[in-house]
Each structure stands twice: as C-alpha cells, then as structure tokens.
C-alpha cells in the first residue's frame, strides 16, 4: 500500500516562509508524478505545484510562480515545498498526492494517493 505523510505546516506571518515536506513510501514505480494541493476553507480543492519523474523542471499556479518551488531528495524518497514570500490568500491546507504517471497533472481526480494534509496559516 502507499503512503504518503506531508509535514512541516504551520503559522507563519505574511512574507515568511515555509517548507512542506511529503515523504511517500510502499511504491516501486519508475515513474511517478507528484503534487502539491490545497484547500481553504470554503473553497474548492486547487493544485498548487508538481514535479514528476521524467521533468527536469516543477509547474506552478500562477498565483505562486516566482515564490514556491519544489525540489525533490530521491534517497530519502521525500520532496519538498518551499514557500517563500508569503501572502494571506496561501491559507489553507495544504495536501499532498503521487500517481505512477507523466508528465505531471493539476487534476485532483487522477490522483488515488494522498496525504492526510498539513495546515498553513498566513496571520500577523
């Protein structure tokens, strides 16, 4: 069975910073897309960003392009979220989800794998 684990959310005051990290584990695939959703309350579910296997670069949402980033550590199976510059409107929980295809997919319903999501607060 997959699992994935996301951690690392929390408060933090508009322009800081966070780094989400979503380890994932009890797969063999040899490729794999990874994504980053979140959900604020009320609103519908959204994709924030997504790295696969087969890309060399990450896709983001306009709305955090030039502020989040992903990166990914193969060893320890893990990638990571960093989120930098940030705004009030990035609250929400924020979720994490694999699927074993390419390239990688804003769709919330192709994806079966998820984390049980972490939640960011951006309040002075």
């Known amino acids: 069975q997959v699992q994935i684990v996301e951690s690392g959310g929390g408060l933090v005051q508009p322009g800081g910073s966070l780094r989400l990290s979503c380890t994932a584990s009890?797969?063999?695939?040899?490729?794999?897309?990874i994504a980053w959703f979140r959900q604020a309350p009320g609103k519908e579910r959204e994709g924030v960003s997504c790295i696969s296997s087969r890309d060399t670069d990450t896709y983001n949402i306009e709305s955090v392009e030039g502020r989040f980033t992903m990166s990914r550590d193969e060893a320890k199976n893990t990638v990571y979220l960093q989120m930098n510059s940030l705004k009030p409107e990035d609250t929400a929980v924020y979720f994490c989800?694999?699927?074993?295809?390419?390239?990688?997919?804003?769709?919330?319903?192709?994806?079966?794998?998820w984390g049980q999501g972490t939640p960011v607060t951006v309040s002075s």
């Open positions: 009890g797969f063999t695939w040899d490729y794999y897309s």
């Open positions: 989800a694999a699927e074993n295809f390419t390239p990688c997919r804003h769709v919330a319903e192709l994806y079966d794998h």
